[in-house]
């Protein structure tokens, strides 16, 4: 099993989606009206989703906004994060605009 990272808009597919976009919250609920601003959010919600239904039989999708996500720590995913056969976790873009994920740091005030 692996994690699958859509290169296609996931807002639109059956089974549960939580949304992030650069200025969403992490206190929201994950909602496209209440998007949470950051992946490690939605990898916990994820992960607590499938705690919660360990049978679950449907995709789990995360959907990200456009925009920029730059990371300050590595995303940690694990074997479990991919869910399974029957149930994969699925992020993607939410939208065929620009989505980029980094973890560079910008570089200023040096010659």
Sequence with gaps: ???VLAGQAVLAQPGPTFVVAPGGDDA???TSARPFASLTRARDAVRALRAA???R???VHVALRPGWYTLSEPLALTAADSGT???PTI???SSRQSTVVS???R???WT
Aim: zero cysteines; hydrophobic letters at 30%; proline letters at 12%.
């Design 1 to 3: 099993m692996g994690l």
């Design 28 to 30: 929201g609920p994950g």
């Design 53 to 55: 239904e360990p049978d």
């Design 57 to 59: 039989r449907i995709p």
């Design 85 to 87: 056969a029957t149930s």
């Design 91 to 93: 992020w993607g873009a």
């Design 103 to 105: 973890g560079g740091r």
């Design 107 to 109: 570089l200023t005030g």
